[in-house]
């Protein structure tokens, strides 16, 4: 028997940015009818090669096959016209106009004088989204869709034409779960059609469910493919992580010092409720759960960005009033933020002003800035982070994710808190980076910082951890000792699944 | 059936709150102004506010678009100079009322090439568009006063003042020029392709690019639109007064900007509509007219519509908030 | 990879062009006329360009922090008429107070508007420019104002006077802008000015009070919108109600070939005191060239967009934007 002719082909792709090699001699096939998943840590180059398959990017070296016919694909609309499209994360659509405009977007269909022919239009999309089962009409404007509604417009967009190969980047970050049926429901319909999709996700449970087989990335290289049906979630981890990364569990450390933090029955509308927990000085606790569980609200709230609707808030057993980040930090809580270019730095300005940015009034001499104090701050903590820049005037934004990472942590490491709450503190950094981040989120905890982590990524958080919350849809489900937690109890706990309570 | 007719109401009213705003100052003027509910006070209304109107409709593209043009009012007077003195050039001696045909042509080329540099220049340049229309805005000056020689031309063919208050029927000719031009600008950016592209690129430039619409040549396209409408204003204005002046249409850019603002078009781009920029030039226009009646000093229409433009941002913004549960950035 | 020498040049296009554009300005006028490198003339351009230049200072650091304001020049109509007729009625000390607090009114509110309710400012401060014009109109019933006995106050000291020799216009304009500068560049302030516009969110991460912060921005350009009514005031020792029309324009032009980016976060006091000062050549040089002062409008609009053109250039690399 002939093996199948794959819908979209890649050979030995490369593509370098500025200073970066993000992917390396990439290969990778889907075959018509069939879910290939594709996984890989943030950085590992997984939107990078998407970007290359869609048309965004220009690989500087390798191949793309369509049906084994070579293509070069200089954009987007390019890339459709051939039959391969990608389906946004951040959706990409016009909110002001309707679906239908949307989903024909660039491509509407006309009568005389440039009159756009609005039967046809709303016809040919009202078509498609009935096939995707959509509850709304072509017509409805897009600001008027909630978030699932409005992926699947960009779903539609897909089906205009006569799609050979579908990639999907994480597409259910913002579905519920009634919603994530219907969307594998036109996944499977796709498949059933012939098309080959390649499915993009972090989360372990949807690949296992949905695709059919999965390669995997680590640092712009390809690391290989292996049979869903035949392999196990262990396999795909070892092969994401690679032996570069040690996340072996977090030893429970023995002594910790007094409760540093201590929230009690803490709710803010409907982002999260009656939250309460304690970290405890030398303590490092995690928090997991999926996006949008309410984790983010949460730091957000002891940072003094969120007004609570209930609840209080302890430090060192004494109730404080936190209403501003300026409380925060007078009341010596840091918070690295989850979004580090849009959250935690000016990108424009220099390593060492960002550094020094919350605590620039007291580095003075008389009413200036004192150059000398805020360089020393600077040195102190580039040499502690290692932080890799050729001068202290160099701008933020030239560094390298992990750099810039860590230049934020420095920040925040400057103010000396008592609590540190890191979130996501190795999004989008290389693997090399990561394992010193870790490394210093533990020896923080040693020096007797209280830390909080918020991590979507269960090894991290499972290697980081002295203490495991779960929470789901706004609750903390569970907590969990070093010593009781495992993968599985924690995928249970963050699906919404209570172990400890019957239904 | 009723209810639902009735939440579209609603919808509408909430994404055209100026015409709320207008009903109430038309039953308040009409109420206590003997002189406003009058049919020809509605006449003088349409025309008085023909010229900032016309102006606002080539405005709303350019701003649905994600520009701005600054420029527009030193094109007015540039027009309104070129339509004056063109007619009485020794060329068209013969051509009678005919002279003003060739005049009236060139006043609008020019508008339109002006609007076409403008729009080349973002283009191409990648520089904002309110700093090439703000350098369009000084320049086009210097050219105005450069070719007037700082002088105020009057127009010696009473045919071309005769049309500034001419009648077409019932109405006023500006005035029809002005539903007609609403109308149809109306008509393109609702039902064309250009139109509707011109909110793509104006909503998520990045979706538009990315579906192949050519960024480019509409945001120029857009500004040739917003100097031809300059242009006419110049036309219209200055056959309203058979004269032109260097330092006609000084802060027009101001008060079009007002008028598309107030209609609910968004500086950020892929937001308005004709209808509302039309309900932001009447609003203007009745408030004007009618404080003029009730003999209302002209200089408290400046702060009313200074308390006016801000106040319908400031309720935009909090009917948009999303109460205690946000962030406080 | 690109050519490091070119890379270089680039470099210094984009950090020094203003001052190379400057230089070649007046290098440019010296040639073509043997009166424009002199003291008198030199004098007499910065003393004229000192109104725009105060204005336009305030106005820099409301742009590095992100915001635009349009409102200062019928501030300047405000604030001129409203000093010169209290001039003659509660004399030239109370005049000056009584301005000055009310100017930072107005700034308190487009501050208010802006910083904490968090409006547009271009629309804001649009608004404002049409509230205050007619506030002024209101005011003075649409009548000029002017100051009766303008041989003998001492109010002349800001417009026509001299301290130390220097024409008073000139030494608040210059030593304003050394000021603000050091204000902006060495002070805590300065730097979190740069960073809400540099980037807002993260400014208030990192504890930074943002709407206090552009709150005050708009204070420092009402205050130096004060004191240029001052001079104004003084020099010409009356008023129309609409002297200031248009000036916001001409500041902003200021600030803008100055290199401040209309985005916020970058931007140079000392820079838009050039860029002020290349508006004030180029309209001095035409003139003693013998063009009329209109001429200088059109060199401006070439000017601006040069510059910004070939700023952005710079940093992106290629000359021609990449829009499709």
Redesign the interface.
Known sequence: MMAPIPALRLEGIVKTFPGVRALDGVSFEVLPGEVHALLGENGAGKSTLMKTLAGMHQPNEGRIFIEENEVVMRTPLEAKAKGVVLIHQELSLAEEMSAAENIYLGELPTKSFGRVDWKTLYAKAGEILKRLNCKFGPQTRVSDLSIANKQMVEIARALTVNAKAVIFDEPTASLTDAEKVVLFDIIRDLKARGVGIVYISHRMEEIFTISDRISVLRDGTYRGTLVTAETSEDEVTQLMIGRSLDLSRNEAQVEFGDVALEVRGLSCGSLYRDITFNVRSGEVVGFYGLVGAGRTEIAETLFGLRTPSAGTILLEGKEVRISSPVDAIANGISLVPESRKEQGLVLGMNCRDNITLPQVDDLTAGPFVSDGAELAIFEQYRDRLEIKTPSWRQAVGNLSGGNQQKIVIGKWLAMRPNVLIVDEPTRGIDVGSKAEIHNLIRELARSGYAVIVISSEMPEVLHVSDRVIAMYSGEIIREFTAAEVTEDNLVQAISGIRADKVA | MADTSKNAFATWLMRNPIWGFIVIIFVFFSVSNEYFFDLQNFRNILVQTSTIGLIALGMTLVMINGNID?SVGAVVALAASLAVDLQSWGVFATWGNWAILPAVATALAAGIALGALNGF?V??????A???T??????????V??YT??ESFFASNFAYSDFGSSSVGPLPTLAVLFLVFTVVTHLLLS????G??T??VG??R???????????PH?MINFMIVGFFAALAGVTLSSQMGAATPNLG??YE?WV??AT?LGGTK?TG??GNIIGTFGGVLAIGILRNGMNLMQV??????????????AV??LD?QLNRR??????? | MADPRLKSIGDLLARQGILIAFAIFLVGFAVFSDRFLTPENLETVIRQAAIIGVMAIGVTVVVIGGNLDLSVGSMLSFSTVLVVDLHDKIGPELAIVVMLAATLVLGAINGFLVGVARLNSLIVTLGMLSAIQGLTLIYTGGKNVDILDQETTWFAIFGRGHILGIATPILMFLGLALFMHVVMAYTPFGRRVYAVGGNPTAAVFSGIRRSRLVFSTYLISAFTTGLAALILGSRVMGSQNNVGQGYELLVLAGVILGGTSLLGGSGNILKTVIGVLILGFIQNGLLLMGFPYYAQWLVTWVVIILAVWLDIAAKRGRLLSPIA
């Open positions: 600054l220049i283009w191409k340049t990648g520089v904002d309110f700093i090439v703000l350098g369009a805005m000084i320049g086009v000056r210097g050219l006063f450069i020689r700082e039902r064309t392709v250009h509707r592209n909110y793509a909503g998520n990045e979706a538009a690019v990315n579906a192949g619409i050519r960024v480019g945001m000084r802060d101001l900007i007002t603002v500086l892929g937001a000093p002209a200089f408290y229409v400046l702060v009313i519509l200074g308390v006016i433009l801000i941002l400031f913004k109460g205690k549960q946000e962030l406080k950035i």
